[in-house]
């Protein structure tokens, strides 16, 4: 176990004693942040680690939901970041309403997923092309494959924010109307290849959840999240 992780359990078993305590944020990332608060660390953005090298998820132990491991907008030629994001919401989108499109939907490597427009979703892994494809459907015939992530991009974001990970087990309680968390265990991972990233995208084992809307001509970027459930970590990650 490196320094990093020493010290990040030194801090941990300080913030598990003091029990529950009560959290400054409602929101459902409330966990995370207070998390982070109580590490004095100040809330942010960054496409770096959350603590030192170290990537902090917090989680309650019930695989109901995946863990995101990191957002990434596709590529596709020529395109800017928000222009990929216009182009998949405005032209693969589904109304919700006259004003609003959204395109929510998790999707996979060779299975099919269709929105209520009629447009499927799936992702080929390339390893010739060392690309993982957005291959999109209409009645059921290949119809767009023109977006994709590069495989540099997925190394780049491991190598820089998720090469150590800590999953952070917590509890949560209501006491008078306010939510207290307890921090309870905290569980140490160190990525083994990026040939084990591939494969776990290629079986499955992580998807891809994309979460777009637009709202009267406005873009609303939710996240192009890359899950994973939390019994699955050691299918990429070595338990330290």
């Not at 490597?109 to 209409?138: D, H, P, Q, R, T």
């Not at 290849?193 to 959840?209: H, L, M, R, T, Y």
Request: charged share 25%; net charge positive; with cysteine.
């Amino acid at each position: 176990m490196n320094d990093d992780f020493i010290e990040f359990k030194s801090k941990f078993n300080l913030i598990k004693q003091r029990g529950y305590i009560k959290s400054l944020y409602k929101d459902n990332g409330g966990a995370g942040k207070m998390f982070e608060t109580l590490l004095n660390k100040k809330l942010d953005n960054k496409s770096l680690p959350d603590f030192k090298n170290i990537e902090i998820k917090t989680t309650t132990g019930l695989n109901k939901y995946p863990i995101t491991l990191f957002s990434c907008t596709p590529s596709k030629s020529t395109y800017s970041s928000e222009k990929v994001l216009e182009y998949l919401i405005n032209n693969y989108g589904y109304n919700v309403s006259n004003n609003c499109k959204c395109l929510m939907i998790n999707i996979q490597e060779n299975k099919i997923k269709y929105c209520k427009n009629k447009y499927g979703f799936m992702i080929k892994v390339s390893y010739k092309w060392k690309k993982i494809y957005l291959c999109i459907f209409y009645n059921r015939r290949i119809f767009d494959t023109s977006i994709y992530w590069h495989f540099n991009d997925i190394k780049n974001i491991f190598d820089k924010k998720l090469k150590y990970l800590v999953c952070v087990r917590y509890h949560n309680r209501i006491i008078n109307n306010e939510k207290y968390f307890y921090y309870e265990r905290s569980y140490c991972y160190c990525l083994k290849n990026f040939e084990d990233i591939i494969f776990a995208i290629k079986q499955g084992i992580i998807s891809i959840n994309l979460n777009l809307s637009i709202s009267n001509g406005i873009l609303r970027y939710h996240g192009i999240n890359f899950v994973i459930y939390e019994n699955d970590l050691e299918k990429i990650y070595n338990v330290i």
